[in-house]
Nanobody, 121 residues
Framework: VQLVESGGGLVQAGGSLRLSCAAS????????MGWWRQFPGEQREWVAA???????????KYTDSVQGRFTISRDSARNTLYLQMNNLKPEDSAVYYC????????????WGQGTQVTVSS
């Protein structure tokens, strides 16, 4: 599975950005997709995840700090994952990574190259 992110950039506090992640390859093996971020000098942290439940309804989860401001979604037909980020804060500045996980025989993670988001105060 290959993942390519886009959409990062510089924005003022209170502004919005939308990140995209185009997936290709063996995407049928993927059970969970999500976004993570990494602050300078720190470990990567989970931001949001999306899975498909019964009746093809998407289930979403968010870390507390972005709940109500960020929205994860996907376009299955285009194999693309999105992260709409509203009311951005300087503390959201980080490198954002797209993640796809296959949950057969344990967990296998795939990562994109990352995209920089910088929020100025």
């Amino acid at each position: 599975v290959q993942l390519v992110e886009s959409g990062g950039g510089l924005v003022q506090a209170g502004g919005s950005l939308r990140l995209s992640c185009a997936a290709s390859g063996s995407t049928a093996s993927i059970n969970v997709m999500g976004w993570w971020r990494q602050f300078p000098g720190e470990q990567r942290e989970w931001v949001a995840a999306i899975t498909t439940g019964p009746s093809d309804v998407d289930n979403t989860k968010y870390t507390d700090s972005v709940q109500g401001r960020f929205t994860i979604s996907r376009d299955s037909a285009r194999n693309t994952l999105y992260l709409q980020m509203n009311n951005l804060k300087p503390e959201d500045s980080a490198v954002y990574y797209c993640n796809a996980a296959a949950l057969v025989r344990g967990r296998v993670d795939y990562w994109g190259q990352g995209t920089q988001v910088t929020v100025s105060s």
